[in-house]
């Protein structure tokens, strides 16, 4: 069985019961190994020695479930605030077409439904209830949903019942052809993750040099330049240089210098450049300054003059002992710089006319769609604590005075 | 600086492990704990001597909380402070001598026994009244002069922050007169009130500490390695007014150090502390002419004296802790001498006796 | 200045490792020049342990980072020359020059051994990339010799220890690594800057053991930074006494203990709580060490002597020769100077801390 085959598994609808029953045995075993490790005396586990043994008592491994743990808390709290506050707003505006209201026989006809509508979609009901439904809608695991009440029966639609994996609910009726949010984003997710990863390298490639170098001629000429440009962007809002890269890259295309065309195509890396290129002026500038800020902060350090005083050359100082000790805060800079790029790109995304996860939520925001905002939320923020987790984790293997007890 | 030790003390004394195992008879603690105001009979540890107890600690067990464990590091202090001298507290970095200072200032909390002031308990809970008023009594000089003042505020302000504090000043006029009464006492000069920390040198930075402690005319002063960031030339005008203000003023000092030749000019007597124990203690003077327990040799030993042929030729002793054997004969803290204190079992007591 | 001159030749059957002449450095500090050494000579003989003492700012740290050239960015040689193996070390500019002198042939100790390693790496890997550079060792024959030199150095089970992190060890262990790493190229000359300081005593007296009994093994010149005047009496064969960038007195350890000469070496001695009387207030040096944001006139130390003259306020006192290896630089040795008596103290040390040391019997007669 390969992957392919694998994943046909999980997503096709036949062998639905099979795939629950295996899903919710993972999810058991999972959660009996972390109570029985986490609660279970240390000791009990301790006594025999072996390799299952000595992987689940690694301080590494004890961390990383610690870390974990309380990254789901921060998913969990993310997810708990938008819900609530975007239920606060008037949402029969979006879901309930008032092109009906004409069309139906009375007014508690369309109030019947709307109401299911909003039933349909999970809200206007009691919200601890909708929240935990909402909940158990995206835990990651085969389920069947119903997505649509029949207004007259108030009962789930024959056709209602749907099968996800995951469930975020349908866009507003209006825009029903683009099929259910989760798989929208799915969809979308990839466009945005090209680009921005292209954004991520441009960055790290052009700003830790930068700041190496900025740290190694200290105020001399080209420190003085990258301050500049580190000022000039902090000084200028994003907007305008976005515009301005805008322009730039459309004179381009249109004066036939295919450079960095504007047309975004999935398939041509060449047409990711200009995006990711708008995006990572300023990123760079961060890392500049940050890489810097830490390579003086290791340069000034006794052991930097105790290598200078073994008579290590330079550059052996620099790259051995100065950079590499410089580069173990930055990892954590690593994640910022690539969601920022990831998700702090809903301008750029509009601009570029790009079908990505930045614009998807623009839009939404723009129809006020409740549930494509609260999908790009949950996304989000599972990602960003992901890439914190792995930064986080990255950084305690790199550096052995973390300790992983706290 | 005793800012953030009420709420530290209150939390972990619920977990508080109290050890009893007392060879000196103290009184029931439980009793302590509900009612603190008390006058308690604290018996001197030395039947010797007539001086009057200041601060006594009593099977003072001190240690952190990490991941819910007691890391215990003074497992059970017993010490006498005498009013109006000078105690040094020697030991190496680790050996808890700082901590014994905080616990005394109640910035770490004790994990079990009892610390009196005045035959009163001041360690555990203390009604909030109370505990202003050890704040007032009990001062301290920090090691490093240029970490503990403030940077941004100026001499005055430094100086006269506990006469704000606790309104101990009429009025303005009564407060500038005291500010630079205190500022002249260390030797600095009024004009010196408007300038900043960072304008003197390491010195004169811990001359202001001084003052700003010494302005609240406290009872006790806890000095915490106050010379050990000093150049030699300075650490002798910081020492002079450590004395001047215990001549001159009764002033009881906690001297913490490290360094013996330091302590001996300082103190009236000596606590030796190794590993949380102190294991001698005797005047100054006994503690050089007569040092019994092995640490204290192996530290005598190592301070250098500026003396080139004394320096070269000294045989110095090295302390392994292992010499003693405490697996079936335990070791007790004996007055073995009149206010001659020493960390031995029986078999070394009698040893020591022969030396003596 | 002719008056620092000093005839080389004095102890003519030893040979000179390094020779400072007439050294000036500069510092450029907010537009201002801080002339912070000033016109400093200095032989350093092969083998011995030279130890320079002063206050913090009187330059004993500058004046020994100009022999490997790790002077701070804004520092520079104004004038002078320091010889040392038939180079003038005041001439090499680029850290590129410094290659073959730095850790190969002068090998610098600092004072923090918490913050000399590099906190990233193995304490092996920071040995073997030493002498892989300077003895072209492969990994394998750096890292059996890394394991040799933490067993020369006493630090147990070496084998397993080329592994840890630095983080692991206590102050007294990375010293030990931070010297292992020192003697990794068997340097010519060893700079401990206050190598001690930081630590604690009984650690202090091990590390110094450790530090004489691998000069006598090596064979290495040892030029000792402190200000703790009882670590120089346990280490050094001479002492030069540094104030306001310049060496005022200079001389084998006994003539600085027993027979001192400056105003200034007097009141360091004098202010040394070991000597104090019970219940005697100590002796200290008034006022603060000299600013060099003005241009010092005459004796830098003047304004805070006691003993001062007229003359010393206008013009510098140029160096006296008192014997063939004592000299200092005070007017008060000058034939036309009134007669002064060193303080009681200072004359009476050696009885006075005899009378301390708890096993005197086994010091010989220290009447001098």
Redesign the interface.
Known sequence: MNFKDLSSFFMSEKNYQTQIIISYVVIALIALAIIFIVLVNKNVIMKKNNAFRRFITHPLFYYSLKRIGSALISVFLALAITFFLLRMQDLEATYCDSGLKSKLPSIEAWNNYCASVKRSLGFGGNPIVEFLQYLYNIIPIPKKICTSINPTTAQCAEEGWGFYLMYLGYPAASDNSSGDIASTIFARLPNSFRWGALATIIQIVIGYPLGVLMAKYQDKFIDKLGKGYIILVDAIPGLLYYYIFFTLFTQLTYNHINLFPINFDPNNVQTWLAPAITSAFAGVAGIAYWVRRYMLNEIN???V??????????N?IMF??VL??AI?PLSRSLSTAFISCLFGSFFIESMYSIEGFGSYLTVAVQKKEFMIVQGVVVFSAIISVISYLIADIAMAI????ISF?D | MIKHDEVLNENIDNKKTVEFNVNIPIDNLKKDNQKSSEEHDIIPMSKNSDKKVLVAFRDVKIGFYNHNQLAVIVPKLNLDIYEGEVLGLVGESGSGKTTIGRALLRIIPTQGGTIYYRNKRISGKLPHGEKRELKKKIQMIFQDPSACLNDRSNVDYIISEGLRAFHLYENEQDRLHKVSNSIAEVGLRPEHLSRFPHEFSGGQRQRIGIARSVIMNPELIVADEPISALDVSIRAQVLNLIRKFQQEKKMTFLFIAHDLSVVKYISDRIAVIYHGKIVELASAKRLFEKPLHPYTKALLTAVPIPDPRLEKNKKIEIYDGSCHDYSVDKPEFVEIEENHFVLANKKELEEYRKLL | MQENDINVKTENEREIEISVKDLSVCFLSHGNKLHVIRNVSLDIYKGETIAIVGESGSGKSVFTKTFTGMLESNGYISSGTIMFQNEDLAKLKTSKDWLHIRGKKIATIFQDPMTSLNPLLRIGSQIIEVLRLHRGMNKEEAEKEAIELLRRVRIPEPEKRIHDFPFMYSGGMRQRVVIAIALACNPDVLICDEPTTALDVTVQTQILELIKDLQKEYNFTTIFITHDLGVVAGIADRVAVMYGGQIVEYGSVEDIFYRPAHPYTWALLSSLPQLADDGEALSYIHGNPPSFNEEIVGDAFAPRNKYALKIDYIQEPPMFKISDSHYAKTWLLDKRAPKVEPPKIVQNLSKKLNSMVIDNKKVGDNSD
């Not at chain 1, 003059?305 to 330079?314: C, D, I, N, T, V």
């Not at chain 1, 790199?398 to 005075?401: G, I, Q, S």
Request: proline residues 4%; positive net charge; glycine residues 4%.
């Open positions: 350090s006794d052991y003059k105790f290598a200078r005083a073994k008579g290590l050359s330079e052996k051995k002992h590499r000790n173990v790199a550096d052995p005075r007890s």
